[in-house]
């Protein structure tokens, strides 16, 4: 009878101690996603006021899109949250939308080898942050699911973990595109 009750024990501490490290696996694939994310966004502004100064040159009176970009980059840098990062960092992709299409408005811009390149390497840099935030936000719902999951789920309580946030899309993103032709 004492090995049988030995043997159970031993079971759930065996079955607790993978759950833990299951856990603190997780944690740190999400933590690690998040540095992912990290670096992109700096890429991303980094390359801002290389591009502010480029379009600058050639549409001076847009001084207000100038304006907003760099209070933006500035709010995002010293963004906390999951939450205050992802919605400063939608209205920053707004912002470049909006640069780029005052950019349209001037033919020689269009074609400076300099705004082309800067224009390329942001671009490439989006797809960047779109791969690492859709990776993010899986390893987040892979974590959030195995702390609901019962039994795990007590494990989790007594680690005192908590649900990871997912990192927003933008809300313009997220209804219907309309295609003309």
Excluded: C
């Excluded at 992109?40 to 050639?58: E, H």
């Amino acid at each position: 009878m004492t090995w049988i009750i030995l043997g159970i024990i031993a079971v759930i501490v065996l079955w607790f101690i993978l759950t833990y490290n299951g856990f603190v696996n997780l944690r740190n694939r999400v933590e690690n996603a998040w540095a992912q994310i990290d670096v992109q966004l700096k890429r991303r502004y980094d390359l801002i006021p290389n591009l502010v100064n480029t379009v600058k040159g050639y549409a001076a009176h847009e001084r207000e899109i100038f304006e907003k970009l760099g209070e933006l980059r500035a709010k995002a840098m010293g963004a906390e949250s999951v939450k205050e990062v992802g919605d400063t960092n939608n209205q920053i992709t707004q912002a470049l939308r909006t640069l780029f299409a005052v950019a349209e408005n001037y033919p020689e811009l269009k074609a400076n080898e300099n705004f082309l390149k800067l224009q390329e390497e942001l671009t490439n840099t989006e797809n960047k942050i779109a791969f690492a935030r859709q990776f993010y936000n899986d390893v987040v719902m892979q974590y959030n699911a195995a702390q609901q999951r019962i039994p795990a789920s007590i494990v989790a309580k007594m680690m005192g973990l908590t649900p990871k946030e997912y990192y927003p899309v933008d809300e313009g993103e997220r209804g219907p595109i309309n295609v003309q032709f």
